[in-house]
């Protein structure tokens, strides 16, 4: 598992409606990029910034260091990720998406641990490499597949919004990060725009 003290600052940067570890990194690698109102944030805008980020949430190792050529591949494969978790919400992944997932995982063989009883595991242990932390990922994520975890993980339905959030509802039927803001913001267009027409 992931140590408690990354656990605490993916957290306090997700926000709310975490996903279950170690799930929870590959959500908070989604959010490095979002959107308040319109307004875009970028956490991984150039090589030392995602270095920071990688160190601060426990997934890279102090010691790394990231070049321009691995913050590009960090960066397509949160954009491939994010469009997976969006088809969760939306039910179709593209075949672009696909393909080029096929390609991050050919090239990004996942890093496994095994315990004294002979148990395989994912290494989840701070990566020495920004692709050490991608292999992570997608092992991560077939892991969440595997285990059904996966489908509840989702981006918000507002386009001023579009978090990734971690849908707990019973029949897997949630849509917006937050009720109370992005979807009462989007019923009250839509209300808005009915009493408009009529």
Not at 15 to 23: D, S, T, V
Not at 97 to 110: G, S
Request: proline share 4%; aromatic share 6%.
């Amino acid at each position: 598992m992931i140590d408690a003290m990354e656990v605490a600052e993916l957290q306090r940067l997700i926000e709310y409606k975490f996903a279950p570890e170690p799930l929870l990194a590959v959500q908070g690698l989604a959010n490095t990029y979002s959107f308040d109102d319109g307004e875009e944030e970028e956490l991984l805008g150039d090589p030392e910034a995602s270095r920071g980020w990688l160190v601060r949430t426990g997934l890279g190792e102090p010691r790394i260091a990231v070049t321009p050529a691995e913050h590009r591949r960090l960066v397509d494969v949160r954009a491939v990720l994010r469009s997976l978790i969006e088809a969760n919400l939306e039910g179709e992944v593209a075949d672009t998406d696909v393909k080029a997932l096929a390609r991050f995982a050919a090239d990004h063989p996942v890093a496994l641990v095994v315990d004294d009883s002979g148990r395989l595991a994912l290494d989840l242990e701070p990566a020495s490499s920004v692709d050490g932390v991608i292999s992570r990922m997608i092992g991560i994520t077939q892991q969440a597949q595997r285990g059904g975890e996966w489908q509840r993980l989702k981006i918000c339905a507002s386009d001023e919004c579009r978090w990734a959030f971690y849908d707990t509802s019973r029949n897997r039927g949630g849509t917006w990060c937050q009720m109370e803001v992005c979807g009462n913001k989007i019923k009250n267009r839509a209300y808005r725009k009915r009493r408009a027409g009529a």
